[in-house]
């Protein structure tokens, strides 16, 4: 059903799998749908290439856009998996939703990613933590400056192989001054504006030596909330413990995940509001055992310390910490390397 | 020093200035100007036309993109006039800089616009009311999708011819439950995805029959704050009174210049929070007079009447009132019919 040009010029052969920045590098196929009249048009795949906008497109002036992130993995038997997939298609449909964006129909989503990932299963790359990073999205293309919602739009997906994300030993910052999201805003949603609007704070903060900031509620800045694109874990003792999601928070596909898996290990978990001064004195007091951010690119992203006004601090380092189970436990069913439990895993055939 | 491309085919001829829906048709000529290797490139000006972008391009993906708006008028005798561009320059770099995306030199700026505009001439429309709507924007072109600041950008300016802007009579809803913008957040610029978010809740008060949605604070609901694109005063007795701009409200030009034009004209103006309870409670007695909104597009805004929860409340139709005083007065200033006495209006020759 969906229409599908071929490239002539494989880009593959040119491509260093041993050394890919993060996003940088796109395989030789992208998936494009258009909403026009009333409905989303008939998909097409063709070769990755530029799109022609008009300047006036409301997606640079109004900032109607959402996305989706998600990979593919690929086992030693050469078959293709995707994790909870349907979570990602939900998800980008409330986003869309919030943005007045049209919805997107399940089966356009569903036969799209399997048809580009056939098409372009030589950019999936074998071994754990290889894999083709699967960006959806959704952009207003139809012309005109006047702010109100556009009756054009784009949905995409675009595909970049991505290698194990390590990024170095991370800090963060909690924000005491800067927000991302306000109670009855777009937080919760993946739109694009939630991201460029935490670029320069976390400048500053890089600047203080740490790498992302952890954001906190933007009105007392006491509960701590999320990061720029993870959730974040707190593990007090052996008790595992992260914010509930809300109008502000991302609801992760991951966190949602590790909260199945400490469930399921019986790992303590408290799904609660958490202080900036409970994780602080816990710091203080030695109780607070590690700190990690949950997300596709990373999966689990273990934190080696953090800052808050003017104190920082520094974590232990586990033996058997509970990222390392969780990172492991997640990769090895996102490679179909052991059972699927919970019925996560989605073969593309 | 901008290099000039001019149209061979001027779309002016076939444009219908007697019916135009505002930012929907644009003139000639556009200005382009790329950031990339650290610097601002030389700018050019070029027939209006679409851009070629990688759908990797951060805009799509992280919303990096900021806007201005301002108008040129043309007077009785072909004279070109702008409105306090200055305000409009600094804003946009106050946008940027928010935004993590470069500053734009001044020079570059306002040459630009005055090129363009001399260029474009015979699209601005003599007339109280009629102006060209110029539309300076930046975004966010280097591809790649890491969420991070991209290293490249687009600054542009696209003109659109317009008239007088009438809405219909307009009603607005005081916001329960969606906002805006956060404490700490990017409310205070024009970043792209402010807009976007606004879109849905005021969808919902359209079919409430409201036309516009008044945001309240995020974190209470309790104090009005501005509407989707204009600052909003009300006046109680004889007193106009309007919020102070924060970090989460545009810091407007028209609302800079009216609080001006009432100092100058001795009517009595209160800069404070305005609380929903004060509002409603002055609307129930009768003291209510008059709201409107101030904003370049609409230069000032009559509402006539507004929603707060279940109730629903009309405006008395005032001879003497203040938003016709204003409108006429900036109006003229704006079209050079009177003395320029505060150094408002800058003239292009
Ligand atoms: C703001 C934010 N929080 C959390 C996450 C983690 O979500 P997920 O686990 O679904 O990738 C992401 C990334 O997708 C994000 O953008
Ligand atoms: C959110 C917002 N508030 C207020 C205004 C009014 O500002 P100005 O008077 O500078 O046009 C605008 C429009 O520019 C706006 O976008």
């Known amino acids: 059903m969906i229409e599908i040009q071929k490239t002539t010029e494989s880009k593959i052969d040119k491509t260093n799998f041993d ?5 940088q590098v796109f ?13 989303w048009q008939k998909p097409i795949i063709r070769p990755y290439g530029p799109l022609s906008l008009e300047p006036s497109a ?4 109004y900032g109607q856009a959402v996305f989706e992130g998600m990979k ?11 994790f909870r997939p349907e979570q990602n298609f939900e998800r980008i449909n409330k986003s869309s939703a919030r943005m007045a964006i049209p919805e997107f129909p399940k089966e356009y989503f569903f036969e799209a990613l399997e048809e580009l990932l056939k098409l372009d299963k ?28 556009a009756k054009e739009y784009k949905f995409m997906i675009i595909c970049s192989p991505a290698q194990a994300y390590y990024s170095g030993e991370v800090r963060v910052k909690f924000s005491e001054k800067y ?3 306000a109670d009855g805003g777009v937080g919760f949603a993946k739109a694009a504006g939630n991201y460029g609007a935490q670029f320069y704070p976390t400048n500053l903060a890089k600047e203080e030596g740490f790498q992302q900031i952890i954001w906190t509620d933007a009105n007392s800045h006491e509960y701590l909330e999320e990061a720029g694109t993870m959730n974040i874990f707190f593990r007090i003792g052996n008790k595992l413990v992260t914010a509930p999601t809300n109008d502000r928070i991302l ?6 995940s590790v909260l199945k898996l400490a469930e399921e290990n019986n790992i303590e978990v408290e799904v609660r509001r958490v202080s900036v001064q409970e994780i602080v004195e816990a710091a203080r007091k030695g109780e607070l055992k590690e700190m990690f951010g949950s997300g596709t690119a990373t999966v689990i992203n273990p934190i080696a310390g953090f800052g808050y006004k003017e104190q920082k ?9 509970y990222a390392s189970f969780f990172k492991d436990t997640l990769m090895k069913i996102q490679y179909n390397e052991t059972e699927d439990l919970y019925n996560w895993t989605y073969e593309v055939k």
């Open 27 to 39: 395989s030789d196929h992208m998936m494009e749908c258009d909403y026009k009249d009333g409905s």
């Open 251 to 256: 609801d992760g596909v991951t966190r949602k």
């Open 19 to 23: 050394n890919l920045a993060f996003g």
């Open 179 to 181: 927000s991302r999201a």
């Open 313 to 321: 601090f520094e974590l232990p380092n586990m033996d058997d910490s």
């Open 122 to 149: 030589d950019w999936i790359k074998k071994g754990f933590g290889n894999s083709l990073y699967l960006r959806p999205f959704v952009i207003a293309t139809e012309s005109g400056v006047s702010a109100s919602a």
């Open 72 to 82: 593919a993995y690929k086992d030693k038997d050469d078959r293709i998996w995707l």
């Open 58 to 61: 409301r997606v640079f002036h």
